[in-house]
């Protein structure tokens, strides 16, 4: 081709290196040399991975300051590179993907979560309110989706595809792993006089399970290391200052070799989110699973109706209520005395990421699209 196809990703919410976003749909899209790939995000400006990552700042002023102020100026920065395709990863942008599109250039909506259902889970919105909120969304949602190219989401709800009717062009592009030098498999081994320890890395709120899986490690005598952001100060300090937060090991945000180390240290990785909103519909694992699965961590997880089913087939994962933190306490105890047989599991866990679940087999279909929208709407066709 004479002239590259120029790709903007836009996000508001992300940092500039979200896993996501930068580390696997840019940097994969980078590769391919008919493509000048670049990321408008909160943060500094740089170039990494042969993407130009164009800083708007970091929000420092809360949730209605991004949502108003940092999308809009995310907005205007990645309209004046006047990109072929707009690749978009937050709700409130939305708000800019009609303006965004023309008939000559492609919209794209990355959904990362089932947005509607999220919503009645929200805490800092009045319960009386949420139910009318979300399918306001909803609606606004499908009204702009109908209107751009192409929607991407992580996995099914319930088995069906959430955009079905909604959107001209659905895709499922899973959250999966890198598979790198970075993080290996590790053939692990209980360590005699240690405390047991359990981790849990990514987003903290109480409807991830936080509070009942510290109440479960406390039960246990076991250590629980945790690293991510907490979904809002105030419950970080709820949950430094119960009794049981004895057993917490709290790591802050952590960079990917950081949490690489915790995986290396820990004896149990846990993804017990409760059965509310989208985490009880989800026909995918969370990303974390995933990187369990990766690294040769036993896994507890949530007995989901998705897991139960996935378990029936492939048996690498102890299932578990997440309201049940006696029961989930005892799993725990379990798995320390019986070290040699949660192991085993591990090895089956790491044969299906090498097969099945990993980016290589996603960043695919990522491609995919993007040729296929490239030729039917631009009219090139890329190699």
């Known amino acids: 081709m004479s002239q590259k196809i120029r790709i903007c990703h836009i996000t508001s919410a992300h940092p500039s290196y979200d896993m996501?976003?930068?580390?696997?749909?840019?940097?994969?899209?980078?590769?391919?040399?008919?493509?000048?790939?670049?990321?408008?995000?909160?943060?500094?400006?740089?170039?990494?991975n042969n993407v130009k990552v164009i800083g708007i700042g970091n929000n420092m002023k809360g949730r209605i300051h991004r949502i108003v102020n940092i999308s809009r100026k995310a907005y205007k920065v990645a309209k004046g590179l006047r990109a072929d395709i707009y690749h978009i990863h937050d709700p409130e942008l939305l708000l800019f993907a009609r303006k965004l599109k023309t008939p000559s250039n492609i919209v794209i909506f990355d959904s990362h979560e089932?947005?509607?259902?999220?919503?009645?889970?929200?805490?800092?919105?009045?319960?009386?309110?949420?139910?009318?909120?979300s399918s306001l969304y909803r609606h606004y949602e499908t009204y702009v989706v109908k209107k751009i190219d192409a929607t991407i989401i992580p996995g099914l709800t319930l088995g069906s595809n959430p955009f079905k009717g909604r959107s001209k062009k659905t895709?499922?592009?899973?959250?999966?792993?890198?598979?790198?030098?970075?993080?290996?498999?590790?053939?692990?081994?209980k360590k005699e006089g240690n405390i047991f320890t359990v981790c849990y890395t990514g987003g903290l709120s109480e409807e991830r399970g936080i509070t009942k899986l510290i109440?479960?490690?406390?039960?246990?005598?076991?250590?629980?290391?945790?690293?991510?952001?907490?979904?809002?100060?105030?419950?970080?300090?709820?949950?430094?200052?119960?009794?049981?937060?004895?057993?917490?090991?709290?790591?802050?945000?952590?960079?990917?070799?950081?949490?690489?180390?915790?995986?290396?240290?820990s004896d149990v990785g846990a993804a017990t989110l409760l059965k509310?909103?989208?985490?009880?519909?989800?026909?995918?694992?969370?990303?974390?699973?995933?990187?369990?699965?990766?690294?040769g961590l036993p896994i507890i997880m949530t007995d989901t109706d998705?897991?139960?089913?996935?378990?029936?087939?492939?048996?690498?994962a102890y299932l578990v209520d997440p309201d049940d933190v006696g029961k989930m306490s005892k799993v725990i105890k379990s798995i320390s005395?019986?070290?040699?047989?949660?192991?085993e599991k591990t090895e089956l866990a790491y044969q299906?990421?090498?097969?099945?679940?990993?980016?290589?087999?996603?960043?695919?279909?990522?491609?995919?699209l993007y040729k296929k929208l490239i030729k039917n709407i631009l009219g090139k066709n890329i190699v």
């Open 337 to 343: 005395e019986n070290y040699d047989q949660a192991i």
């Open 306 to 316: 998705y897991n139960v089913q996935l378990m029936q087939k492939e048996n690498f």
């Open 171 to 189: 895709v499922i592009i899973d959250n999966c792993p890198i598979m790198d030098e970075r993080r290996q498999f590790i053939k692990r081994e």
């Open 276 to 295: 509310v909103g989208q985490y009880a519909t989800m026909s995918n694992l969370p990303t974390k699973t995933y990187e369990y699965m990766q690294v």
């Open 20 to 48: 996501r976003i930068f580390q696997k749909e840019c940097s994969s899209l980078a590769q391919i040399s008919d493509f000048d790939v670049y990321l408008v995000a909160p943060g500094e400006s740089r170039r990494e």
């Open 215 to 265: 109440e479960a490690c406390y039960m246990a005598g076991a250590r629980l290391i945790l690293a991510g952001r907490f979904s809002a100060e105030e419950y970080k300090q709820e949950i430094l200052n119960m009794k049981e937060a004895s057993c917490l090991d709290y790591r802050g945000y952590c960079s990917y070799d950081e949490v690489t180390k915790i995986y290396e240290e």
């Open 352 to 368: 299906l990421i090498q097969k099945k679940y990993n980016w290589n087999i996603e960043s695919k279909k990522l491609i995919m």
């Open 114 to 133: 089932n947005y509607p259902k999220q919503i009645t889970e929200k805490k800092y919105l009045p319960l009386f309110l949420r139910s009318f909120i």
